[in-house]
């Protein structure tokens, strides 16, 4: 189906419908009204700990979101204000660049409005956007990267592949699965007349810019053997992550995206097939979703393809519905949306105090798709993980002020995941307490810092036989048990006397990637 091509002077950056920036400042005002609620997350706390050691690059994600936490430090703070403000906005832009792309497919005000209605009812976007993860950043890269491919098929300006370039450097930086993307983005150029770019110099220079941006993050990993490789490995083999087979993984994808906006979204794919001018975005969306089914990846991976076909299936639906006997449908499909996600909200974003929720969701029944295997607990993981870290590091610190100052000297404090070592990190420099060692994920590399001490608090572990054996004596000094934490962070507290080997020699040993 042909569409309607851009006038010359119309622009991805015009003003928008006033609804549109409504849409936008709606989703930023409800996340930063939630933004205090809960708590910490747990790698928000990590990440934060990284921004303590920059680097180009750490065991378990790209060093983007280090450097952002770095700048938060060392302007406006780390308060949950501050640390979910990025987040919220990046949810507004996405809600934003959603509809800025239904009108370079050439779609009306109509369709820019429903567009940025769908992007901002999507359950998946809003509960990434709450916390400060990488996650809701892939939405405003990627989305931006499908902008400039469509302004550069409606333009025919070159050097629109330099800003290709950059963002998607940018975009590795922040998490490495958009390598997926770019490769199906680049199949679907190969099996449609897009492939003449291939031809361009602007095409290969916007690549080479890419490449230097990501460059010295692939020289990090490349001095250490590839740990994200090793890392995948691990994870791929120990179970953690929930594998579904094709129709549950379909089906997983109905729940986070809205069943309502799935109809949406299948309507775009459809219309961007049926589109000579941009089948190649409809031929990658094709590939990237069989490819992570395929590969048995987690649910939310393919979210931040979404909005693309949000952006083509509003268009398709006032395109398709213009006639006076169907022009109340697209309205509906709209409204419904609106109701499915408003109903799940709670289970989405925190909303509601505790108590409420917990009788919201013995009302309700309603759960979320679980992505990872974990013992449940009193709230969903992605609450749960929210709770009990100040708590954990008072008892630890209760413990560790009791000792002389001698002893303190010759005591480290052993984490044993990156959760229970960031939050010492974190909340402990408030008690006095050093930084915490550990040899899980990142930790690992930032080793055992000066330690060459013989006691040790060691904080996480189960496995009281195996400190017994390294340790002269051991005893319980604490109890990590949280009610509302998830069931993997209750504890015992161990002191642990008597090292009977240098902290920095066993340091290859404590190695844990998964």
């Known amino acids: 189906m042909s569409t309607r091509a851009p006038h010359k002077y119309d622009s991805a950056f015009l003003p928008a419908p006033t609804a549109v920036w409504f849409i936008s400042a709606a989703v930023f005002a409800l996340l930063m009204w939630i933004a205090p609620r809960y708590g910490y997350f747990r790698d928000e706390l990590y990440y934060l700990a990284c921004a303590e050691?920059?680097?180009?690059?750490?065991?378990?994600?790209?060093?983007?979101?280090?450097?952002?936490?770095?700048?938060?430090?060392?302007?406006?703070?780390?308060?949950?204000?501050?640390?979910?403000?990025?987040?919220?906005?990046?949810?507004?832009?996405?809600?934003?660049?959603?509809?800025?792309?239904?009108?370079?497919?050439?779609?009306?005000?109509?369709?820019?409005?429903?567009?940025?209605?769908?992007?901002?009812?999507?359950?998946?976007?809003?509960?990434?956007?709450?916390?400060?993860?990488?996650?809701?950043?892939?939405?405003?890269?990627?989305?931006?990267?499908?902008?400039?491919?469509?302004?550069?098929?409606?333009?025919?300006?070159?050097?629109?592949?330099?800003?290709?370039?950059?963002?998607?450097?940018?975009?590795?930086?922040?998490?490495?699965?958009?390598?997926?993307?770019?490769?199906?983005?680049?199949?679907?150029?190969?099996?449609?007349?897009?492939?003449?770019?291939?031809?361009?110099?602007?095409?290969?220079?916007?690549?080479?810019?890419?490449?230097?941006?990501?460059?010295?993050?692939?020289?990090?990993?490349?001095?250490?053997?590839y740990p994200f490789l090793q890392l995948m490995h691990n994870i791929r083999h120990n179970g953690r992550d929930v594998a579904l087979p094709p129709l549950g993984f379909f089906l997983q994808q109905v729940q986070i995206v809205n069943p309502f906006c799935m109809i949406v979204a299948i309507a775009g794919l459809v219309w961007l097939f049926r589109s000579p001018r941009f089948r190649a975005l409809g031929i990658a969306f094709a590939l990237f979703y069989l490819a992570l089914m395929l590969l048995k990846a987690k649910n939310y991976y393919l979210a931040p393809v979404y909005p693309l076909l949000f952006a083509a299936g509003a268009v398709a639906l006032v395109q398709w519905t213009d006639r006076a006997n169907f022009r109340w449908i697209p309205a509906a499909i709209a409204i419904l949306s609106i109701l499915v996600t408003a109903l799940m909200l709670p289970a989405l974003i925190p909303v509601l105090d505790v108590p409420d929720f917990q009788l919201y969701a013995q009302l309700t029944h309603l759960k979320l798709p679980e992505f990872e295997h974990h013992k449940q607990s009193a709230l969903p993981q992605l609450y749960a993980d929210m709770f009990g870290w100040p708590e954990m590091v008072q008892k630890a610190a209760a413990f560790y002020n009791t000792l002389t100052p001698e002893q303190k000297r010759r005591t480290a404090i052993y984490g044993d995941n990156y959760g229970v070592a960031s939050a010492i990190d974190f909340f402990g420099p408030q008690y006095g307490l050093p930084k915490a060692i550990s040899g899980h994920q990142s930790y690992f590399f930032w080793g055992a810092h000066d330690y060459h001490h013989v006691d040790v608090i060691n904080l996480g572990s189960h496995d009281d036989l195996t400190l017994r054996r390294e340790c002269d004596s051991v005893r319980v000094v604490g109890q990590a048990n949280h009610p509302l934490s998830r069931p993997e962070e209750h504890f015992d507290i161990y002191y642990c006397q008597g090292l009977r080997f240098d902290a920095t020699e066993i340091w290859p040993k404590t190695r844990r990637w998964d």
């Open 53 to 225: 050691h920059p680097a180009w690059g750490y065991v378990d994600q790209p060093p983007l979101i280090a450097w952002i936490a770095w700048l938060l430090r060392q302007t406006v703070g780390t308060s949950l204000y501050a640390l979910r403000f990025f987040p919220a906005l990046a949810a507004s832009l996405t809600v934003w660049l959603t509809a800025r792309l239904a009108r370079e497919f050439g779609g009306s005000s109509q369709a820019e409005i429903l567009a940025a209605l769908f992007a901002a009812v999507m359950p998946v976007l809003l509960g990434m956007a709450h916390l400060f993860t990488m996650n809701v950043f892939d939405f405003v890269f990627w989305l931006t990267l499908v902008l400039l491919l469509v302004r550069l098929q409606n333009t025919s300006d070159p050097q629109l592949w330099l800003a290709f370039g950059a963002v998607a450097g940018l975009a590795v930086l922040n998490k490495y699965g958009v390598l997926f993307f770019l490769a199906a983005l680049f199949a679907g150029t190969l099996f449609t007349p897009w492939r003449k770019w291939l031809a361009n110099s602007w095409f290969w220079t916007g690549t080479l810019l890419a490449v230097f941006i990501t460059l010295n993050n692939f020289l990090w990993q490349q001095q250490r053997n």
